[in-house]
């Protein structure tokens, strides 16, 4: 039994190279305390390497999107290092961002007035390898500009995430993890009135080498937490994956 | 070193001034003169008038009557003030240090220590001075001396020679007048009651006596003029201690040539930095033309630092901005600001990445020279509960918060700029609403928090109080939402929507 085991983990690990992909060069078998969703990435590792993009078309997912981002940036940026966050029209609340355990005063924010701007800001930041991550707020970003910010990811090792706003042009960058960030009523203990923990529809539309999938996570205080027994999760999982929803092929 | 001031004295600066720009003049009496208590007081003369009897201090009509055919020209305060600094900044060619004589307001002070050797002894230095000025068409008196007073009375009320050798200022002030010691009017006037008409008639007195008659202000110009007291000019243009020139074989006028002028001046000027443990803040780099103009780009950094390539890159996002024009024959690379920079110990294996981390500076100071300082923010806890001014922008990249964030309330994630009106139904007195309206959408509340109510701070405005309740709907999206106030029916919107939680 075990034998065969070690068999398929060799076989997923050639195929994996097969494909292309490339085990980061020293990287750790960090996590970043998304518990099982982490086994969907290749190797079962949260690619820190790399272009994040998450679709916000409304100002509620847009919210949860901040929200989730700002619990990986907690672990991110667990270190002391700082994190720049680019946009031209932000909205992020800092003093929110304490309750997802993220120091505000160590996120510096550029509120520039263009698009191009916040592109250039953004390169320039991601090239800067003191930074933990770049979150940037952008209306849309075209296949050869998320090239650009790919290599300089490649070369610095700064997490990109990137909150797009157009969802029409979903398939056209070269992201390695496309995620969408949906709010979920929140569920309380024993039915008590009142609201819980901020609740989320994760979900992965796409993994570079790796399955996508969809999750209902909650941000339980100090970190991460799947919920297993929300009643709706087998339902949203199989009808209403976001993108079969809009009919629409994700690269 | 022996220190050697001079004083030029401008006889008459205004009239000298007006007879360049308009030689027609020369044969015409005229006088300037300002409004003064609802008449034109004159405020200085024309060597013409000043023949006929006219002087300063008296009135235009009077002057009028005197002098006929005199020509009243309009004088404008300050502007005396500004031809000394015209000509101040032309007389830098003579020594680094040229102070405007702020008591008679009509001359030049200059600190010639160490300068007149190059003209080759200090007659001829004065005479250079005196020859120059008289040909641009100034008639000036000049002198030299160990003291800027000594210079001062000497250039005014000498007349013997302008060159005072070195200690010998009490000599030549003993046979001048009082007037010589740059007094106040009232002064001089109880010195001539005492009959004091030569320095040399009160300077052996006890000094006691003298304070005591005189004040203190008269021994302090006395002990200036003597040398016992020291006396500190200002100077037009202060010297920066960081500071190169390029001066060019051939006029500049390429992008790469503005490069390597700005690397090899980087490069002397960052080693001066380094040596003497500074660091620069803020950098001007000033191109001269040969058509004489004069452009101008500025830098400024987050941190001290001398690093050439880093504020090489600093400089090259602003090349853009030097129009060359028909070439650039002299580069000047000031640092007008510099601070202490701690040499940081090179660390190979510890990576402790941070705020200070050298990077996070760089990026910083890229971004504030391609787009602006204003584009950067970062924010610390403010001790407020009021949500628009809970936080507060942080001043330095450095500076730590002074009070903890507050999480004991939830605070949404995204708070809206200005809250936006929404329309609610709600149970009175203090349900929260069971439906609202925003941007057309019916949200029907499922669950809610609340209320949390926050006073306005009187004291920096007024207004109603805010009620806020947590809510969410049956979609799971969650919102804060807040009533403005009590319910009494005067308000057109009680209800906001303020922000999204995650």
């Given at each position: 039994?075990?034998?065969?085991?070690?068999?398929?983990?060799?076989?997923?690990?050639?195929?994996?190279?097969?494909?292309?992909?490339?085990?980061?060069?020293?990287?750790?078998?960090?996590?970043?305390?998304?518990?099982?969703?982490?086994?969907?990435?290749?190797?079962?590792?949260?690619?820190?390497?790399?272009?994040?993009?998450?679709?916000?078309?409304?100002?509620?997912?847009?919210?949860?999107?901040?929200?989730?981002?700002?619990?990986?940036?907690?672990?991110?940026?667990?270190?002391?290092?700082?994190?720049?966050?680019?946009?031209?029209?932000?909205?992020?609340?800092?003093?929110?961002?304490?309750?997802?355990?993220?120091?505000?005063?160590?996120?510096?924010?550029?509120?520039?007035?263009?698009?191009?701007?916040?592109?250039?800001?953004?390169?320039?930041?991601?090239?800067?390898?003191?930074?933990?991550?770049?979150?940037?707020?952008?209306?849309?970003?075209?296949?050869?500009?998320?090239?650009?910010?790919?290599?300089?990811?490649?070369?610095?090792?700064?997490?990109?995430?990137?909150?797009?706003?157009?969802?029409?042009?979903?398939?056209?960058?070269?992201?390695?993890?496309?995620?969408?960030?949906?709010?979920?009523?929140?569920?309380?203990?024993?039915?008590?009135?009142?609201?819980?923990?901020?609740?989320?529809?994760?979900?992965?539309?796409?993994?570079?080498?790796?399955?996508?999938?969809?999750?209902?996570?909650?941000?339980?205080?100090?970190?991460?937490?799947?919920?297993?027994?929300?009643?709706?999760?087998?339902?949203?999982?199989?009808?209403?994956?976001?993108?079969?929803?809009?009919?629409?092929?994700?690269? | 070193?022996?220190?050697?001031?001079?004083?030029?004295?401008?006889?008459?600066?205004?009239?000298?001034?007006?007879?360049?720009?308009?030689?027609?003049?020369?044969?015409?009496?005229?006088?300037?003169?300002?409004?003064?208590?609802?008449?034109?007081?004159?405020?200085?003369?024309?060597?013409?008038?000043?023949?006929?009897?006219?002087?300063?201090?008296?009135?235009?009509?009077?002057?009028?009557?005197?002098?006929?055919?005199?020509?009243?020209?309009?004088?404008?305060?300050?502007?005396?003030?500004?031809?000394?600094?015209?000509?101040?900044?032309?007389?830098?060619?003579?020594?680094?240090?040229?102070?405007?004589?702020?008591?008679?307001?009509?001359?030049?002070?200059?600190?010639?220590?160490?300068?007149?050797?190059?003209?080759?002894?200090?007659?001829?230095y004065l005479k250079e001075i005196f020859s120059r000025l008289k040909y641009k068409g100034y008639t000036v008196r000049v002198a030299i001396a160990d003291t800027p007073g000594a210079a001062w009375a000497v250039s005014h009320y000498g007349k013997v020679t302008p060159l005072i050798p070195a200690g010998g200022q009490s000599?030549?002030?003993?046979?001048?007048?009082?007037?010589?010691?740059?007094?106040?009017?009232?002064?001089?006037?109880?010195?001539?009651?005492?009959?004091?008409?030569?320095?040399?008639?009160?300077?052996?007195?006890?000094?006691?006596?003298?304070?005591?008659?005189?004040?203190?202000?008269?021994?302090?110009?006395?002990?200036?003029?003597?040398?016992?007291?020291?006396?500190?000019?200002?100077?037009?243009?202060?010297?920066?201690?960081?500071?190169?020139?390029?001066?060019?074989?051939?006029?500049?006028?390429?992008?790469?040539?503005?490069?390597?002028?700005?690397?090899?001046?980087?490069?002397?000027?960052?080693?001066?930095?380094?040596?003497?443990?500074?660091?620069?803040?803020?950098?001007?780099?000033?191109?001269?033309?040969?058509?004489?103009?004069?452009?101008?780009?500025?830098?400024?950094?987050?941190?001290?630092?001398?690093?050439?390539?880093?504020?090489?890159?600093?400089?090259?996002?602003?090349?853009?901005?030097?129009?060359?024009?028909?070439?650039?024959?002299?580069?000047?690379?000031?640092?007008?600001?510099?601070?202490?920079?701690?040499?940081?110990?090179?660390?190979?294996?510890?990576?402790?990445?941070?705020?200070?981390?050298?990077?996070?500076?760089?990026?910083?100071?890229?971004?504030?020279?391609?787009?602006?300082?204003?584009?950067?923010?970062?924010?610390?806890?403010?001790?407020?509960?009021?949500?628009?001014?809970?936080?507060?922008?942080?001043?330095?990249?450095?500076?730590?918060?002074?009070?903890?964030?507050?999480?004991?309330?939830?605070?949404?994630?995204?708070?809206?700029?200005?809250?936006?009106?929404?329309?609610?139904?709600?149970?009175?007195?203090?349900?929260?609403?069971?439906?609202?309206?925003?941007?057309?959408?019916?949200?029907?509340?499922?669950?809610?928090?609340?209320?949390?109510?926050?006073?306005?701070?009187?004291?920096?405005?007024?207004?109603?109080?805010?009620?806020?309740?947590?809510?969410?709907?049956?979609?799971?999206?969650?919102?804060?939402?807040?009533?403005?106030?009590?319910?009494?029916?005067?308000?057109?919107?009680?209800?906001?929507?303020?922000?999204?939680?995650?």
């Open positions: 039994m075990d034998a065969k085991k070690e068999i398929v983990i060799k076989l997923q690990q050639d195929i994996l190279l097969w494909q292309g992909f490339k085990p980061q060069a020293g990287a750790r078998a960090e996590r970043v305390g998304l518990g099982e969703i982490e086994q969907v990435f290749p190797g079962g590792v949260f690619p820190k390497r790399a272009i994040h993009e998450f679709i916000t078309v409304l100002p509620e997912d847009s919210a949860a999107s901040d929200g989730f981002i700002a619990g990986l940036l907690a672990v991110l940026m667990e270190d002391g290092a700082a994190c720049v966050w680019v946009g031209t029209s932000r909205r992020l609340f800092p003093a929110s961002l304490s309750s997802f355990n993220v120091e505000p005063e160590r996120i510096i924010f550029m509120d520039v007035q263009t698009e191009k701007e916040a592109l250039w800001v953004t390169e320039e930041a991601l090239k800067c390898q003191g930074l933990a991550a770049v979150v940037s707020e952008l209306n849309n970003l075209s296949l050869i500009e998320s090239r650009r910010l790919q290599l300089v990811v490649e070369e610095s090792g700064v997490t990109s995430f990137i909150l797009r706003k157009d969802a029409g042009k979903a398939a056209s960058t070269v992201a390695t993890a496309r995620w969408k960030i949906s709010p979920l009523p929140t569920g309380t203990a024993d039915g008590m009135p009142g609201l819980g923990f901020p609740r989320w529809q994760v979900e992965l539309l796409k993994v570079r080498n790796g399955k996508p999938g969809s999750f209902v996570l909650e941000w339980a205080g100090e970190g991460f937490q799947e919920v297993s027994d929300y009643a709706a999760v087998k339902k949203l999982a199989s009808g209403m994956v976001w993108a079969e929803h809009e009919g629409r092929q994700i690269g | 070193m022996q220190r050697r001031f001079v004083s030029i004295w401008f006889r008459q600066l205004l009239a000298d001034w007006q007879l360049i720009r308009r030689p027609e003049l020369a044969a015409v009496p005229f006088v300037f003169a300002a409004p003064d208590h609802g008449r034109m007081m004159i405020t200085a003369v024309s060597p013409l008038a000043f023949g006929s009897g006219v002087e300063a201090g008296m009135r235009a009509a009077d002057a009028k009557a005197i002098c006929p055919g005199l020509e009243v020209l309009d004088d404008k305060p300050e502007r005396a003030r500004n031809l000394l600094r015209r000509l101040g900044e032309w007389c830098v060619r003579y020594s680094p240090i040229v102070a405007i004589d702020e008591f008679g307001m009509d001359g030049l002070l200059l600190d010639v220590s160490g300068c007149t050797h190059l003209w080759g002894g200090e007659r001829e000599e030549a002030l003993l046979g001048l007048v009082p007037e010589a010691l740059r007094l106040e009017q009232p002064v001089l006037v109880r010195l001539r009651k005492l009959g004091f008409y030569q320095i040399k008639s009160f300077v052996a007195m006890p000094r006691s006596v003298l304070r005591r008659r005189f004040g203190g202000d008269f021994l302090l110009r006395l002990g200036q003029a003597l040398g016992s007291e020291a006396e500190a000019l200002v100077p037009l243009q202060v010297p920066v201690p960081f500071s190169e020139r390029l001066p060019c074989m051939e006029p500049i006028r390429t992008r790469t040539g503005i490069e390597i002028a700005i690397t090899n001046m980087l490069e002397s000027l960052c080693k001066r930095m380094q040596t003497e443990g500074k660091g620069l803040r803020t950098g001007v780099l000033t191109s001269h033309r040969i058509d004489g103009k004069v452009v101008q780009i500025a830098i400024g950094t987050s941190g001290a630092t001398h690093s050439v390539s880093h504020l090489f890159k600093l400089f090259q996002l602003k090349i853009d901005q030097i129009r060359p024009g028909l070439g650039i024959e002299l580069f000047v690379l000031d640092a007008p600001k510099v601070d202490p920079v701690e040499v940081p110990q090179e660390e190979m294996w510890t990576l402790r990445p941070g705020m200070d981390d050298q990077s996070v500076i760089r990026l910083l100071d890229t971004v504030a020279g391609k787009i602006g300082p204003q584009v950067i923010h970062r924010y610390l806890p403010a001790t407020c509960y009021w949500p628009e001014r809970a936080v507060l922008q942080a001043r330095s990249v450095t500076e730590k918060p002074a009070s903890r964030w507050r999480m004991e309330k939830p605070r949404p994630t995204e708070l809206l700029k200005r809250p936006d009106p929404i329309e609610v139904m709600a149970l009175i007195p203090d349900h929260p609403p069971a439906f609202f309206i925003y941007m057309g959408v019916r949200h029907q509340v499922v669950k809610a928090d609340g209320p949390e109510r926050i006073e306005r701070e009187w004291w920096l405005d007024s207004g109603e109080h805010r009620d806020y309740y947590q809510v969410e709907d049956d979609q799971g999206r969650r919102y804060w939402l807040f009533r403005s106030g009590h319910y009494n029916g005067d308000q057109k919107y009680k209800w906001f929507i303020h922000g999204f939680f995650a």
